[in-house]
């Protein structure tokens, strides 16, 4: 193969991976009390034997308040380190490094599994807490930045080699960089400079508390999606300030907001009527009904989100993680050639864990994930391929 082989090591700011090969963040469903379970554990050994440089643990929420329903790893519980440590040990143990994915869910959590009011910048409705939302007060967000902090510390202690501060996706610092949702007057409102000062913030006390021999890295959202949200002209101005700032050694670009505008995110098949049964009583037969609404149908193109990516490459220096509707080993060799350091693959590698094995042994292997999205609602009962 020309150019740079995707199965070459890499360096990722202080650590070496393997390869070029991410899994993504997708949030098990097997933590029920928000601790790490031998299934979790089992879930990303399979990636690591089936040959990923890098798996990631999805959504560590800093505290159960910043959880999205109560089901998350929380490292503010005492209890998380040592499940942590076995997880950590089991993936190095094949032979590949382990990231963990820090956030608070701000306007994604449903209060009723977390047993808090969301957060968001501003008051606004939630279609998945049935309610309107609290403006976080300066002094929440100050508290929560120490959290983050906290969290980088469990991480670090547990033997993480990366940890990916969770910035896309609608989740709180998402929602603080939205025009839409952040009306504020404070310091956290108004300029991009102001939205974007909860998540430098917390950028830098993550560094701080893990230190210079771990990855930083964080996942952005280049466009949220939705008319009037962030957008391309601001979010490569955010990159601009992250680099800048120093703290990072990658950024992962994303897009969607699970808040407003899911689908965006993946592309693909809308899974409303699966949704559905996921939900109680009367819920199940809103989502039914609105459901089309909310989760509005893209159509999938492998790597949907190449184009605009390439303008955050063609502004930056920063090493960036190529994301969204990988499948060939043909568009990651031209990611690498075109300037990306890494790709991330969540949905082709729940298809298939060993796919990087069957790559290997054939270039032209495509991944047999059809972006049916069916697993999706599999997020509450084990996250899993439905085909596989
Ligand atoms: C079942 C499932 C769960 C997910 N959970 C998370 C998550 O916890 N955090 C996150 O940032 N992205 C999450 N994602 C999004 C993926 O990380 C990724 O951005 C998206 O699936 C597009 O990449 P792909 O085309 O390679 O699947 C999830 C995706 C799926 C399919």
Do not use: Q
């Given at each position: 193969m020309v150019g740079i082989d995707p199965f070459a090591p890499a360096?990722?700011?202080?650590?070496?991976?393997?390869?070029?090969?991410?899994?993504?963040?997708?949030?098990?469903?097997r933590t029920p009390k928000r601790v790490v379970t031998p299934e979790l554990i089992e879930f990303h050994r399979r990636f690591a034997a089936g040959g990923v440089g890098m798996t990631t643990v999805a959504y560590c929420a800093v505290t159960r308040a910043g959880s999205t329903d109560g089901h998350q790893v929380v490292l503010d519980n005492p209890e998380v380190g040592g499940g942590l440590r076995d997880l950590t040990d089991a993936v190095h143990a094949e032979g590949a490094a382990i990231a963990a994915q820090i956030g608070h869910a701000g306007p994604v959590a449903n209060p009723t599994g977390t047993k808090s009011p969301a957060l968001a910048p501003s008051r606004v409705f939630s279609p998945l807490g049935m309610r309107r939302t609290h403006a976080a007060t300066p002094a929440a967000i100050a508290t929560i930045v120490e959290q983050y902090a906290h969290g980088a510390g469990v991480l670090l202690d547990a033997g993480f080699d990366a940890?990916?501060?969770?910035?896309?996706?609608?989740?709180?610092?998402?929602?603080?960089?939205?025009?839409?949702?952040?009306?504020r007057t404070?310091?956290?409102?108004?300029?991009?400079?102001?939205?974007?000062?909860?998540?430098?913030?917390?950028?830098?006390?993550?560094?701080?508390?893990a230190g210079r021999d771990v990855?930083?890295?964080?996942?952005?959202?280049?466009?949220?999606?939705?008319r009037g949200g962030f957008w391309l002209d601001e979010s490569v101005e955010f990159a601009r300030m992250l680099e800048a700032d120093g703290s990072l050694d990658a950024l992962t670009l994303t897009?969607?907001?699970?808040?407003?505008?899911?689908?965006?995110?993946?592309?693909?098949?809308?899974?409303?009527?699966?949704m559905a049964e996921m939900f109680p009583g009367i819920l199940k037969i809103g989502v039914k009904l609105v459901g089309g609404r909310f989760f509005k149908e893209y159509p999938f193109e492998e790597a949907y989100f190449l184009p605009y990516a390439r303008q955050f490459r063609a502004a930056l220096d920063l090493p960036l993680v190529l994301l969204g509707g990988i499948n060939r080993l043909d568009t990651v060799a031209h990611a690498l050639d075109e300037g990306f350091a890494f790709v991330q693959m969540g949905r082709a590698l729940l298809r298939e864990p060993e796919l990087l094995l069957e790559m290997r042994k054939d270039p032209t292997?495509?991944?047999?994930?059809?972006?049916?999205?069916?697993?999706?609602?599999?997020?509450?009962?084990?996250?899993?391929?439905?085909?596989?």
């Open positions: 360096r990722l700011g202080p650590i070496d991976l393997r390869n070029r090969f991410i899994k993504a963040a997708t949030f098990e469903g940890i990916e501060v969770h910035i896309g996706h609608g989740y709180l610092l998402s929602a603080f960089l939205s025009p839409k949702l952040n009306r404070d310091e956290f409102g108004g300029s991009l400079e102001n939205r974007a000062r909860f998540s430098l913030d917390v950028v830098r006390a993550v560094r701080a508390a990855a930083v890295t964080a996942k952005i959202n280049m466009t949220d999606g939705v897009g969607g907001s699970s808040f407003e505008n899911p689908m965006y995110l993946f592309r693909g098949e809308a899974p409303v009527a699966e292997r495509e991944s047999l994930c059809i972006h049916c999205n069916k697993c999706m609602p599999t997020i509450y009962t084990g996250t899993r391929c439905v085909i596989g």
